[in-house]
């Protein structure tokens, strides 16, 4: 039976010396310029010493139009390189390995934000206030994938070990995989395949310029009614993506327990397929030891959490014990701030139902 202390091993050869994942969580706590703020960097470095094997940053937009928060940072730019490099630079201190989550956050990155209207694979409603996308043009969409291959290469240059390309969650990757909100007829729609035309290239010309042990991992949603992907797409998508060589995959479930109609949870259905060809992280509700054992007896190569490693900066260390079940929220603003939670990151905790114990 796998354990949660076990070394594993991306295609590209990177070890990552445990199988507890610091997921992607987006935080606020950085400058209105992109650049990195001491409170971000300081909350990565406590979940490093914390035992994770594997530290992604919050999703951090590859060009300005992309911004889907306030106080999220920046790759779209040189003058990022600097908080880029301290971050890498010390998190190598620790055994964790470290990855940047690369994004456009397309028709969910706010005018208000912004200060340009939305754009998309196509022009799709977003809400009442906001109106609807614009649908990029596609020399625009060339420009978009240069810009994420360039974030890509700074990540390198700073120092970190991989990327991590957020195609989950809705976002511009995901809303160009999405049948209902990519309606193009040029090369980047079209039928699954042709959908995926923009993920495979921001790939290509990332592997043309990074050096082999840099890694690539995608993030997935593997079922999106909203924008319309299909568990069915997913497999092809994820068939495409190991014929292209990424380095591991991320699927994103919110709730690993979660069973489909056929009585199988998403991770084993993805892993039972794919896990011998490619490592897979399954992330989604995890808490205790317990459920952590649970997603790696599903096939999955490790487990991503994010909302547990908030009050609970250890839990990586912590959850090599099988008993290991720590508190549960709500928590005080207190347990937050002294885990290395900033002020404004326990501010943006108060909107997350239940968590704080004077949020909402
Ligand atoms: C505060 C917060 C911010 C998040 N930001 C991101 C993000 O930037 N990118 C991403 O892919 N997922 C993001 N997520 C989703 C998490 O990575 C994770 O998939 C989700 O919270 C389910 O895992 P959990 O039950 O362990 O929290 C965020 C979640 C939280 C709680």
Redesign the pocket.
């Known amino acids: 039976m796998p354990s949660m202390d076990e070394s594993w091993e991306m295609r590209n050869g990177l070890m990552i010396p445990n199988r507890s994942v610091l997921?992607?969580?987006?935080?606020k706590q950085s400058h209105a310029d992109g650049t990195l703020s001491d409170e971000e960097i300081r909350f990565l470095i406590r979940r490093a010493e914390g035992g994770f094997g594997l530290i992604?940053t919050?999703?951090s937009h590859v060009q300005e139009s992309g911004q889907?928060w306030a106080g999220e940072f920046g790759v779209w730019s040189d003058h990022h390189l600097p908080g880029l490099t301290s971050l890498a630079t010390q998190l190598k201190q620790h055994d964790s390995k470290s990855f940047v989550?690369i994004?456009h956050g397309g028709m969910r990155a706010p005018s208000s934000i912004t200060g340009q209207q939305a754009s998309s694979a196509s022009v799709n409603f977003i809400s009442e206030s906001e109106g609807s996308s614009r649908s990029l043009t596609t020399s625009e969409v060339d420009d978009t994938i240069s810009c994420f291959i360039r974030a890509a290469q700074r990540c390198e240059q700073a120092g970190f070990d991989g990327v991590?390309l957020?195609g989950?969650?809705g976002y511009l990757i995901a809303q160009f995989l999405g049948s209902k909100t990519n309606r193009r007829n040029d090369a980047y729609g079209g039928d699954t395949e042709q959908r995926c035309t923009f993920l495979l290239r921001i790939i290509r010309g990332i592997r043309e310029v990074v050096d082999e042990n840099f890694a690539i991992m995608v993030?997935l949603s593997p079922v999106s009614d909203e924008i319309g992907i299909t568990l069915e797409d997913t497999k092809q998508v994820v068939e495409l993506l190991i014929g292209e060589g990424i380095d591991a995959l991320h699927i994103?479930?919110?709730?690993v327990f979660q069973k489909q109609q056929d009585g199988q949870t998403l991770t084993q259905k993805l892993c039972s397929t794919y896990s011998e060809s490619i490592p897979i992280i399954s992330?989604?509700?995890?808490?205790t030891a317990e459920d952590a054992q649970f997603v790696l007896n599903q096939g999955a190569q490790a487990v991503?959490?994010?909302?547990?490693?908030?009050p609970h900066p250890d839990w990586a260390s912590m959850s090599t014990d099988a008993s290991y079940n720590p508190e549960r929220p709500p928590f005080t603003p207190e347990t937050l701030l002294s885990a290395d939670l900033s002020s404004t990151?326990v501010e943006?905790?108060r909107r997350?139902k239940g968590?704080v114990t004077d949020g909402r």
């Open positions: 997921a992607a969580m987006t935080n992604t919050a999703a889907g989550q994004f991590e957020h989950a969650h993030r994103s479930c919110w709730d992330t989604g509700s995890v808490w991503g959490v994010a909302r547990v490693a908030l990151f943006y905790m997350w968590f």
